[in-house]
């Protein structure tokens, strides 16, 4: 059955701090990965998406994460953190059946906080 | 831009009471998803809709319904709200065709709090 986990539950680091947080999936069919983030008081919004191809992925605001199908991995990481990217970081991937109803399946989700 | 909004960002409501959340989305989306998010345990999917008035359970349907009865309204019920249904609670849509690729767009959120 399809599942993700995401090892970090809270992260705390200082600006200009590099950024790695880990998502480990099990999907049996073609792999789909996505990273969504939900800044605080705003709407969970995609940050990046893997579907094929180049397995580093660049996304918004800076962030990227890289596909290692050999590690069923897709971490997320950016170079220097900023106060502004304090949020909670979802990995995904599509839900058993999904089809055409575009459904996922999140993992528990890692909250970030940067201290200026 | 898509928009997709929920009836209330915060409720109250008492144990037994009967919830209606509200979500309305504008681009006309085929698919629909009601999630609840709860700390550590990330979203967990009550129910979706894939076209007007057809729904299919997600991973925590129990004590829960939906209506589609348009497709740009998707309503979640809470039959007989219980205080382990305290949460937040998230309205999302997405095109039908593409399947996985296509970004869900989602609300605001719902906090509810039942007493």
């Known amino acids: 059955a399809q599942s993700v986990s995401q090892h970090n539950h809270h992260v705390i680091l200082s600006e200009a701090a590099s950024l790695e947080l880990g998502c480990n999936y099990s999907?049996?069919?073609?792999?789909?990965l996505f990273w969504y983030v939900q800044y605080p008081g705003q709407h969970l919004q995609l940050l990046l998406k893997?579907?094929?191809?180049?397995?580093l992925v660049k996304g918004i605001k800076g962030f990227e994460a890289e596909f290692i199908k050999s590690k069923f991995s897709f971490n997320l990481r950016k170079p220097s953190v900023q106060w502004s990217d304090t949020a909670e970081y979802f990995c995904?991937?599509?839900?058993?059946?999904?089809?055409?109803?575009?459904?996922?399946?999140f993992g528990q989700g890692t909250t970030l906080q940067v201290k200026p | 831009d898509v928009k997709v909004t929920q009836s209330s960002r915060y409720l109250v409501k008492r144990t037994g009471e009967k919830v209606f959340l509200e979500c309305v989305q504008d681009?006309?989306?085929?698919?629909m998803f009601w999630y609840r998010q709860d700390p550590g345990l990330g979203l967990r999917l009550i129910y979706f809709?894939?076209?007007?008035?057809?729904?299919e359970k997600g991973d925590i349907p129990e004590g829960y319904s939906v209506s589609r009865e348009k497709k740009e309204r998707f309503s979640l019920i809470l039959e007989s709200a219980s205080t382990n249904q305290t949460s937040m609670y998230l309205c999302?849509?997405?095109?039908?065709?593409?399947?996985?690729?296509?970004?869900?767009?989602f609300g605001p959120g719902t906090r509810l709090t039942v007493l």
């Open positions: 999907y049996g069919g073609t792999v789909n």
């Open positions: 995904a991937v599509p839900g058993a059946g999904s089809g055409n109803t575009g459904k996922l399946i």
């Open positions: 893997y579907f094929s191809g180049d397995p």
């Open positions: 681009m006309d989306h085929e698919n």
């Open positions: 999302a849509s997405t095109e039908g065709s593409g399947g996985p690729y296509n970004e869900q767009f």
């Open positions: 809709s894939y076209d007007v008035k057809m729904k």
